[in-house]
């Protein structure tokens, strides 16, 4: 059965930095790309960014080049995203998937976490 869990969400201030991560078990994570989504109050679900499987690659959405960075360790299964110079609008579930960039396809999902960005 194939889990994956994010954590380090929470309250946190504008203009700060936050940092989530998401543990991934019960698939070979070295074979997928993964990717981070969000979804803020009464809005969409919005691509947040991807890695490449090795990590060599990492893909971010316009809105948020310049503020965040992606990471994995394939080693232990786990993916990492900063998020730089948090607005209020940066308030979101956050979410991590597991699929093919490529393909822009996503089969596995995690729960997500809750980020309040307080100004």
């Known amino acids: 059965q194939v889990q994956l869990v994010e954590s380090g969400g929470g309250l946190v201030q504008a203009a700060g930095s936050l940092i989530l991560s998401c543990s991934a078990s019960?698939?070979?994570?070295?074979?997928?790309?993964m990717a981070w989504f969000r979804q803020g109050p009464g809005k969409e679900r919005a691509y947040v960014g991807a890695?490449?499987?090795?990590?060599?690659?990492?893909y971010y959405a316009d809105s948020l080049k310049g503020r965040i960075a992606m990471s994995r360790d394939n080693a232990e299964n786990t993916v990492s995203m900063r998020l730089d110079s948090l607005k209020p609008e940066d308030t979101a579930d956050y979410y991590c998937?597991?699929?093919?960039?490529?393909?822009?396809?996503?089969?596995?999902w995690g729960q997500g976490t809750q980020v309040t960005v307080s100004s």
């Open positions: 890695i490449s499987r090795s990590g060599l690659n990492t």
């Open positions: 998937a597991a699929g093919s960039v490529s393909s822009n396809s996503w089969h596995y």
């Open positions: 019960g698939l070979t994570f070295s074979e997928f790309d």
